[in-house]
């Protein structure tokens, strides 16, 4: 079992920049690949980066390539989003989670993940 607590979320202009954090309890972080995802109202929640177990390897949706960054710590079993040039569009709930799996195609996918913080709400203002 994984619990995952998400922090950092606010309100900023936009071209501000955000780094959410994302806590994870237990001693099994390491053995998942961490992803967050977003959710804007009345949308479906999509992906927006992923992070291989040693955070060697990372993953971005093109939305927010060259501007958003995912990175890890394994000692303190937290992973980060760091949010530059943020865009009115970038306005949503942001998710945190864990994926147990082996498929790289996977860490797209919302239904693939196991574990699911409880989110925390960025909005840009224009």
């Known amino acids: 079992q994984v619990q995952l607590v998400e922090s950092g979320g606010g309100l900023v202009q936009a071209g501000g920049s955000l780094r959410l954090s994302c806590a994870a309890s237990g001693r099994t972080f390491r053995s998942y690949v961490m992803g967050w995802f977003r959710q804007a109202p009345g949308k479906a929640r999509e992906f927006v980066a992923a992070v291989s177990r040693t955070g060697g390897s990372t993953y971005a949706a093109e939305s927010v390539k060259g501007r958003f960054t995912i990175s890890r710590d394994n000692a303190k079993s937290t992973v980060y989003l760091q949010m530059n040039s943020l865009k009115p569009e970038d306005t949503a709930v942001y998710y945190c989670?864990?994926?147990?799996?082996?498929?790289?195609?996977?860490?797209?996918?919302?239904?693939?993940?196991?574990?699911w913080g409880q989110g925390t709400q960025v909005t840009v203002s224009s």
């Open positions: 989670a864990a994926y147990g799996g082996y498929y790289t195609s996977s860490y797209y996918r919302d239904s693939e993940y196991n574990y």
